[in-house]
C-alpha cells in the first residue's frame, strides 16, 4: 500500500473511532440512590428529545436478534452498564493520547468482560449500545411505574419479577448488606472507589442473591423509589395492567429470542 494510501486509511479509521465514541460523553449518570424503605421519592424529570418510536438503533446490516438481546442485557445489568462505560471511558483516552482511567474491580467473568470490549470497539455496535442505554435512561427517569410497561426492545417487569424485593430482602441483616451492595454498584458507575465490604453473618448463598438482586437495573428502580413492601408492589401491578401493549411487545422480543 502507498503511503499516500496508507495515511488516507489512518486518517479514515480515526474519524471512525472518534464517530463511534463521542456520543458516549452525552451519557447521564445513573442515579441509584436508595431512599428510606417508607419513603418513596419522586422520578427524575423525564429527559427531552428523545424519539420513544425509534428504540432500536439503525445499523447496516440491522442488528439481529441475538445482537439486540445481548446488547439489552449489558444495558440492563447494573455491573456490565458499569464495565461498559468503564471501557467507553478507556477508548476516550486512547484517542486522546491520555492514561486510561483505574479499572474497578467488576465481579464479572472474564468472557463477559471481552464480550463488553468487543462492543465497543465495534464501530456498528457501540453507536448501537449507547442508543440503547440512552433509552433506558428516559424510561429510568419515569420511576416505577415505567418498569411494567416497558416498549420493545426491553421487556418489562413482571409482579413475579419484583417479588424478588421482598423475599430476598426480608429482614434488617439483608436490608443492612442491601445498602452495601447499592454503595457500591453507584461507586462504579460514578468511577469512585469501592466502599469497603461490612461483615456480615449473612450464608454466602444470600449475600450472592442480594447481589443477583441489584445487578437487574429495572429492580434498582423499584428499590430507588420505596417499593420494599407488598402494598407497594400491588401499585405496580395495578400500573402493570394498564400496560398490556407493553407486555405484548415484550413477548415478541422473547419470542424472537427463543
Known sequence: MSPAADAQTKQT????????????????????????????????????????????????????????????????????????QHEIDCMHARVRAQSPPPSPEFHLREEVRAQIRSVVHDARLAPAAIKLYTAWLHYHAQGPAAMARLPAPFVSLTFSDAERIISVLNNAPRRAYAEYVLARVMALHQGQPEPPQPHSDLPSKVRRHIRELFSDARLVVLMQHGIWTREGLQVLKAEQAKGGAGESNAAKVQGQAS
Not at 480515526?14 to 465514541?21: E, F, L, M, P, R
Not at 421519592?41 to 439503525?58: G, K, L
Not at 447496516?60 to 447494573?78: F, G, K
Open 13 to 84: 479509521e480515526d474519524v471512525s473511532a472518534s464517530s463511534t465514541i463521542e456520543p458516549a460523553e452525552q451519557h447521564a449518570a445513573i442515579d441509584l440512590s436508595l431512599p428510606n424503605e417508607s419513603t418513596a421519592v419522586n422520578p427524575t424529570p423525564q429527559r427531552a428529545s428523545f424519539d420513544e418510536t425509534s428504540i432500536i438503533p439503525e445499523c447496516s446490516p440491522p442488528l439481529s436478534p441475538q445482537e439486540l438481546r445481548s446488547l439489552i442485557r449489558i444495558v440492563l445489568h447494573t455491573e456490565q452498564c458499569a464495565a461498559l
